[in-house]
């Protein structure tokens, strides 16, 4: 999934040439969860200040989540909040903007890509259709953000851009199936 070519000339427009594949993951919501998932950004706790500096126009890292099946309103549709990647902090529960409940990206067929700057608010929803609804994702930023990192993080957490992707990891012909 990470180096579709249908999917890397967007997000080179978004990050760059030197886009890289920092990691992959997903999320999934168990049929039968009638609560919606609070609020939150993928950068929780991390300094949102150095990546405001160093990227005004253009999102540090981005997340792509693939549909691996149909994604009806009932089935726990992700639900985003345009506009608050740059907020400082996500909301309690109870604090959430009235249109939040109202935000699930729903319906999409399988085989969507949904791009999306990480620190965008973003939850689950409740999922009261007959399935559990998967959204595997790969995760992308451009070679100076991991860089960024790297000199003002205080981790352990050390990128190694040449080991990252995107870069085939099967062949081509596999992708135009």
């Known amino acids: ?99 939040a409940t109202r935000s699930g990206l729903a319906p999409l067929p399988p085989g969507c890509a949904l791009i999306r700057d990480v620190r965008t608010w973003h939850g689950g929803t409740p999922n009261l259709g007959p399935g559990t609804r998967h959204l595997p994702s790969c995760e992308y930023a451009p070679a100076a953000y991991l860089s960024i990192i790297n000199k003002n993080m205080k981790s352990d957490l050390f990128w190694q851009p040449e080991e990252l992707l995107p870069k085939a990891t099967m062949p081509m012909d596999c992708f135009n199936k």
């Open 1 to 99: 999934l990470c180096a579709l070519p249908l999917l890397i000339p967007v997000l080179e427009k978004l990050l760059g040439p030197s886009l890289l594949c920092a990691s992959m993951g997903g999320d999934f919501v168990l049929s039968g969860t009638a609560e919606f998932q609070r609020l939150h950004s993928d950068f929780g706790g991390w300094d949102q200040g150095i990546l405001n500096d160093h990227f005004v126009d253009s999102p540090p890292f981005v997340s792509v989540n693939f549909t691996v099946d149909e994604v009806g309103p009932e089935d726990g549709p992700m639900r985003l909040i345009p506009g608050t990647q740059r907020m400082p902090e996500t909301p309690a529960r109870c604090s959430e903007p009235a249109t």
